[in-house]
């Protein structure tokens, strides 16, 4: 009797052990199998109610396009702008009303445009409940200005940072950073686009009528519950490789429609979405070029029927709608599903041109490093780190000197703890990528980038300069990795 007694802790014991390893165990597979597309994973996931997808009617709302940031400084080579981090109320489905945030609006923000050379002011108001900041994603400025978790700006109060820009063309963009909240806050509806010009970009004869030829494409993805509300869960099992919505939205519309002429357009596509790798293409399969990814403008335009584009990363690219026929519809489609419609409606003069040269991209020689670093990523959900460590506030990881140039290996060795595409991000930079798994870069990544997509089994190696001083992040640019702490810093001083 006395033994019979004995065992029942034993049991339950055990019977707990086989259970939880047993889910550990079922959730890892189960994220094995969400890396190939529309997986087992996504269906576990929360999912937007029936009731409001029926009231979801397919291209009958216009692409929304952002407005440009008034600029209100009255000297020619300086710029002025105010940025108001704010909630709002946005209608995703019709009559359905969905709590929001937003900068100057209801959702996302507006464009930043400014030039090379230009001085940029901008003032951050802080409208919202919470502590916020405001990084300027692929911008090369100095650690303080650069808006990441050391620049938390409380609620009611302002930010006012400044800075030269000195970097090529290029379509960056903007973001919260919180610490431990940027997912959520991404989620809410906080991020807008950041514009680069330049005398290169300003001379080249390519489509750059802003919302007429030139449109900016912010792809992200949400789910909605019954009550229109888009939840953005902790929990583990949603969250294993970061928060993926089944609602594909452009510019904050689902399933948009854009009426072309029959011209040369250009998308300045960028990932926003939290944590979704997007294969891009076109529906009937048609080719199109990429003419810029993160950093600037290619050497040349790559033609490509797919193009993928992880979180954070950006392209540019031209499509020819003048093989078209007036009528034609075709769409764009982010993961095999149609994310937004093209209406060919009419003729078009078009004088642009898809040049066979866009600018010089001076590669770094690996000569001009002074040191080789070593980044492993590993793990998923709120297991994530980075060379075994997670991001610590108090620590610097990295010390740089001013003006060094420096290969940076990130490797993401495969195994069962350890099967996810990590996007790395790197602040205050533009790098080169000099290989994947020792092999050169597809021709569309051959040009300056901020994020690179690592993947299960790569080794990639980047080279660096190192221009401007202060304390920066380099990060999964997963954002419910980074917000699990899959980041670190790295100082850069002149002594
Ligand atoms: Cu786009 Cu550290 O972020
Ligand atoms: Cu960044
Ligand atoms: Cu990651």
């Not at 709608?321 to 009528?327: I, L, V």
């Given at each position: 009797m006395k033994k019979k007694y004995n065992k029942w802790p034993i049991t339950v014991v055990s019977i707990s052990i086989i259970s939880i390893s047993s889910i550990i165990f079922f959730s890892l597979k189960m994220n094995n199998f969400s890396l190939g597309h529309g997986s087992m994973m996504d269906s576990m996931k929360s999912l937007t109610s029936n009731s409001l997808k029926e009231k979801m009617v397919e291209n009958k709302t216009r692409l929304p396009i952002p407005p440009l940031l008034e600029n209100k400084s009255l000297n020619p080579n300086t710029s002025d702008f105010t940025l108001n981090a704010e909630k709002g109320i946005t209608s995703f489905f019709p009559g359905v009303k969905t709590e929001t945030y937003g900068y100057n609006g209801n959702f996302l923000g507006p464009v930043i445009r400014v030039k090379k050379g230009e001085k940029v002011n901008i003032h951050v108001n802080n409208r919202l409940n919470e502590a916020t900041t405001v990084h300027w994603h692929g911008l090369e400025v100095d650690g303080e200005m650069d808006g990441g978790p050391h620049s938390p700006i409380m609620p009611g109060s302002q930010w006012n940072p400044s800075f030269t820009v000195n970097q090529p063309a290029a379509t960056l963009w903007y973001h919260p950073h919180q610490q431990g909240k940027t997912g959520e806050q991404v989620y809410k509806g906080l991020a807008g686009l950041f514009y680069i010009d330049d005398n290169n970009s300003e001379k080249l004869n390519i489509p750059k009528d802003y919302g007429v030829n030139d449109i900016p494409l912010v792809i992200q993805d949400r789910a909605f519950n019954s009550n229109g509300n888009m939840p953005y869960s902790t929990n583990i099992t949603s969250m294993m490789d970061g928060a993926i919505g089944d609602m594909i939205i452009v510019n904050g519309a689902i399933k948009p429609y854009l009426d072309v002429k029959k011209i040369k357009m250009r998308f300045r596509i960028v990932n926003g979405a939290n944590a979704k790798i997007y294969p891009i293409k076109l529906s009937n399969g048609e080719p199109f070029y990429q003419i810029a990814s993160d950093g600037g403008f290619l050497e040349a335009p790559v033609k490509l029927d797919q193009l993928i584009l992880g979180p954070g990363e950006r392209a540019e690219v031209l499509i020819d709608?003048?093989?078209?026929?007036?009528?034609d519809e075709l769409s764009l489609l982010g993961d095999g599903v149609n994310i937004l419609n093209f209406n060919v409606k009419e003729d078009g003069i078009d004088t642009t041109e898809i040049p066979t040269h866009l600018t010089d991209v001076n590669m770094l020689p690996e000569t001009a490093a002074s040191k080789i670093r070593r980044f492993q990523l590993e793990g998923m959900g709120n297991m994530v780190s980075i060379n075994g460590k997670k991001m610590n506030m108090d620590r610097i990881d990295e010390k740089i000197k001013l003006g060094d140039t420096e290969i940076w290996e990130i490797t993401n060795p495969k195994n069962m703890m350890n099967n996810m595409s990590h996007p790395f991000h790197i602040h205050g930079v533009q790098f080169e990528i000099l290989s994947r798994n020792g092999k050169e870069p597809p021709a569309n990544e051959r040009g300056f980038k901020d994020t690179v997509v690592v993947n299960p089994n790569e080794k990639v190696r980047i080279i660096i300069k190192f221009t401007h001083k202060g304390i920066f992040m380099y990060h999964c640019h997963i954002l419910e990795h980074e917000d699990q702490g899959m980041m670190g810093q790295f100082q850069v001083t002149d002594n």
């Open positions: 709608f003048s093989k078209h026929e007036k009528g």
